[in-house]
């Protein structure tokens, strides 16, 4: 029984994890391999990729004898089944039918064997892991960053808002409007998952220059927390990878 040797195609998403996409690249094949043998199910890896004569094939995967068989539906097995009864290899119909039981077990895998192979170390150890773990991490932090301007901007329409409201009331008073009040950078924090102390004193620090009308000086801060938490990200992916691997 042999293995089909694709030419590598670059994987750029995880849109692009499939079983189709993963046997053309010999490096997220042998990944998804080595993930399939510990969940004990490569059996559908080595069916999808074989490639020899109907009767090695049936025999191998499809028989109900068969000693690594793959689970398919009835429709598509059965018709295999009478061809093999009746010794019909030369049968045409037979590439049809396996092409089928093959897409057949791509759509099983690519649904929750795939979840499990994209947040596994082995997928992550790939250069195609590497490159999503990448953009996983930038959508992060472009997450994180909006979600900090977007409070701030937030508070200044609240302050705004308020300011406008007591002036009209104090004008009617004759009284001096009060001082605004500053946004609570610890809400903004417990919103984005900071808990390191330096990273909490960026965000108050750009809350009071932001409070003061700096948002030049506020945005700089906010740039610096940012990579501040990029690289913490990358450190904690880093060492879930090394716990994995038994340090």
């Not at 998804?32 to 490569?42: G, I, P």
Request: hydrophobic share 40%; proline share 5%; aromatic share 6%.
């Amino acid at each position: 029984m042999a293995i089909v040797h694709h030419h590598r195609k670059t994987v750029t998403s995880m849109a692009d994890i499939t079983l189709q996409s993963v046997a053309k690249d010999s490096t997220l094949l042998a990944a998804a391999f080595a993930v399939a043998k510990r969940e004990f199910n490569s059996e559908n890896i080595l069916f999808y990729c074989a490639t020899g004569d109907p009767k090695t094939v049936y025999e191998k995967f499809v028989s109900r004898d068969a000693p690594t068989q793959v689970n398919l539906p009835a429709p598509i097995s059965d018709p295999m089944h009478d061809l093999a009864k009746d010794n019909k290899w030369e049968d045409p119909s037979w590439k049809k039918l396996l092409d089928d039981a093959k897409e057949s077990i791509a759509r099983l895998w690519n649904g929750d064997c795939k979840k499990r192979f994209i947040n596994s170390k082995e997928f992550l150890a790939t250069p195609a892991g590497k490159i999503a773990a990448a953009a996983a991490l930038k959508s992060k932090v472009a997450d994180a960053t909006s979600a900090v301007l977007a409070t701030h901007k937030a508070a200044d329409a609240a302050v705004k808002a308020q300011q406008a409201g007591t002036a009209q009331t104090q004008e009617k008073a004759g009284a001096p409007a009060p001082a605004p009040k500053k946004a609570d950078p610890r809400k903004a924090a417990k919103r984005l998952g900071i808990t390191d102390p330096e990273s909490l004193a960026l965000l108050t620090k750009a809350n009071d220059l932001s409070f003061k009308g700096d948002k030049t000086g506020a945005l700089k801060l906010l740039t610096e927390l940012t990579k501040k938490e990029e690289l913490k990200l990358k450190a904690d992916i880093i060492l879930k990878q090394l716990q994995e691997a038994g340090f």
